[in-house]
């Protein structure tokens, strides 16, 4: 009989299956890292050219969700205000739910 009893072989191959298994998995998954930069990479290439912003340009509404926010409220608006849009095109709203 063997040190680890008769049942030790089938438990070691058993093992040894699920070792190999979950490598199998993970260098699947790892392999889709490289996939990814492939495609990337081509992709990008394919895109240099940017298109042309539309003429009109569309009608934009930034919703602003406050909750007591009272020290960056002002900060917020100020920032969306200062936006490079055509003021025509550009609503802002200001969603406060304060309670003070």
């Known amino acids: 009989m063997t040190a680890g009893g008769s049942w030790a072989i089938p438990w070691q191959c058993a093992l040894v299956l699920v070792y190999l298994v979950t490598l199998v998995g ?3 998954y790892g392999s889709n890292a490289y996939v990814m930069v492939i495609a990337h ?4 290439r394919a895109m240099r050219e940017v298109p042309p912003l539309p003429d009109p340009l569309p009608y934009v509404t930034v919703q602003l969700p406050l909750f007591n926010e009272r020290y960056v409220a002002a900060r917020l608006v100020r ?3 200062a936006l490079d849009y055509p003021a025509d095109r550009l ?10």
Do not use: G, K, N
């Not at 990479?41 to 990008?44: E, K």
């Not at 609503?91 to 003070?100: A, Y």
């Open 41 to 44: 990479r081509r992709y990008r």
């Open 26 to 28: 993970l260098l699947l």
């Open 91 to 100: 609503e802002i709203q200001v969603l406060d739910d304060s309670t003070d």
């Open 79 to 81: 920032a969306v205000a």
